[in-house]
């Protein structure tokens, strides 16, 4: 038995193997927390995994990471001071700051607010979490979390200190997976965004929604029209039929995803796509 990590209601249903609690009043899935291992030092997101090397695969990681900016930034456009939460090496709070924003970063992760650091201001950034930063109250016109939110134990306390640093009519914009889409039904516990165990609460529309506004935020917006992570269509189709995904064969299936990454974009017009990005004010 546990407590809905939104509701706090009980459940008992259980899926993914029973390493997960479901509530459907939510459509929140989140892990058993006695289940998890406990997290070594940056709890997997040490220097090395900030490191991009020069093959087919990382150029495309770069084309699309520019696509993301363009429309990050047309979605905060306007806004003075911007915080991207989980900031990572700092290549989003820098974007912001060549357009005019004055940019501000946390991020758990050590090694990662060291490659920010040469990025943008080292006083605007914070190693720790949300709620340790302590940024003043109303202190933000935007917030930005980029794959944040499925990390984050206890949702409510997050998107509630998120809401409390936002002036009035401040914007939040999250980036998450959405549980709800065809490629995760597809690929089940094999779906590229499952990512136990640093994935520990997986969403639908539904239930970042009522997440959102159960922190007292309005207007909230679900948009699928996200070019990130377009290749995992193909991915969950063969995570269907068992195939397993080494590296090499990732850069052999290259070819077939002429055919895979239009078909995920036209998914996503028909409001079905592996990763979406919302927006609400306060």
Same mark, same amino acid.
């Given at each position: 038995?546990?407590?809905?990590?939104?509701?706090?209601?009980?459940?008992?249903?259980?899926?993914?193997?029973?390493?997960?609690?479901?509530?459907?009043?939510?459509?929140?899935?989140?892990?058993?927390?006695?289940?998890?291992?406990?997290?070594?030092?940056?709890?997997?997101?040490?220097?090395?995994?900030?490191?991009?090397?020069?093959?087919?695969?990382?150029?495309?990681?770069?084309?699309?990471?520019?696509?993301?900016?363009?429309?990050?930034?047309?979605?905060?456009?306007?806004?003075?001071?911007?915080?991207?939460?989980?900031?990572?090496?700092?290549?989003?709070?820098?974007?912001?700051?060549?357009?005019?924003?004055?940019?501000?970063?946390?991020?758990?992760?050590?090694?990662?607010?060291?490659?920010?650091?040469?990025?943008?201001?080292?006083?605007?950034?914070?190693?720790?979490?949300?709620? #340790? !930063?302590?940024?003043?109250?109303?202190? /933000?016109?935007?917030? $930005?979390?980029?794959?944040? @939110?499925?990390? *984050?134990?206890? %949702?409510?306390?997050?998107?509630?200190?998120?809401?409390?640093?936002?002036?009035?009519?401040?914007?939040?914009?999250?980036?998450?997976?959405?549980?709800?889409?065809?490629?995760?039904?597809?690929?089940?516990?094999?779906?590229?965004?499952?990512?136990?165990?640093?994935?520990?609460?997986?969403?639908?529309?539904?239930?970042?929604?009522?997440?959102?506004?159960?922190?007292?935020?309005?207007?909230?917006?679900?948009?699928?029209?996200?070019?990130?992570?377009?290749?995992?269509?193909?991915?969950?189709?063969? #995570? !269907?039929?068992?195939?397993?995904?080494? /590296?090499?064969?990732? $850069?052999?299936?290259?070819? @077939?995803?002429? *055919?895979?990454? %239009?078909?995920?974009?036209?998914?996503?017009?028909?409001?079905?796509?592996?990763?979406?990005?919302?927006?609400?004010?306060?």
């Amino acid at each position: 038995m546990a407590h809905c990590l939104i509701c706090n209601s009980h459940t008992d249903r259980r899926r993914f193997g029973g390493r997960f609690f479901y509530c459907p009043d939510c459509d929140l899935h989140f892990a058993d927390r006695s289940a998890l291992p406990a997290p070594g030092d940056d709890a997997g997101y040490g220097a090395d995994y900030y490191k991009r090397g020069s093959c087919l695969l990382d150029w495309m990681f770069r084309v699309f990471t520019v696509l993301e900016q363009r429309r990050i930034l047309s979605v905060v456009k306007g806004c003075h001071r911007v915080l991207d939460i989980g900031c990572g090496s700092g290549w989003m709070a820098e974007w912001l700051q060549r357009h005019g924003a004055e940019a501000y970063g946390v991020d758990t992760s050590k090694a990662a607010i060291a490659l920010a650091a040469g990025k943008v201001d080292p006083s605007h950034l914070r190693c720790g979490t949300l709620a #340790s !930063a302590k940024f003043e109250t109303g202190f /933000f016109d935007a917030a $930005v979390a980029v794959h944040v @939110l499925e990390h *984050v134990e206890d %949702p409510v306390a997050f998107a509630t200190e998120a809401r409390r640093i936002l002036r009035e009519d401040g914007v939040l914009l999250l980036r998450i997976p959405n549980l709800a889409s065809w490629e995760a039904k597809l690929a089940g516990e094999r779906w590229y965004h499952f990512d136990y165990p640093f994935h520990i609460a997986h969403y639908s529309p539904r239930a970042v929604t009522r997440l959102l506004q159960t922190c007292g935020f309005r207007n909230v917006q679900i948009s699928h029209a996200v070019t990130e992570y377009r290749q995992t269509l193909l991915y969950s189709v063969l #995570s !269907a039929l068992g195939v397993p995904l080494p /590296f090499w064969l990732k $850069v052999s299936l290259l070819p @077939l995803q002429v *055919v895979f990454m %239009p078909l995920a974009c036209l998914l996503a017009l028909l409001g079905n796509s592996g990763t979406i990005e919302v927006v609400a004010r306060k």
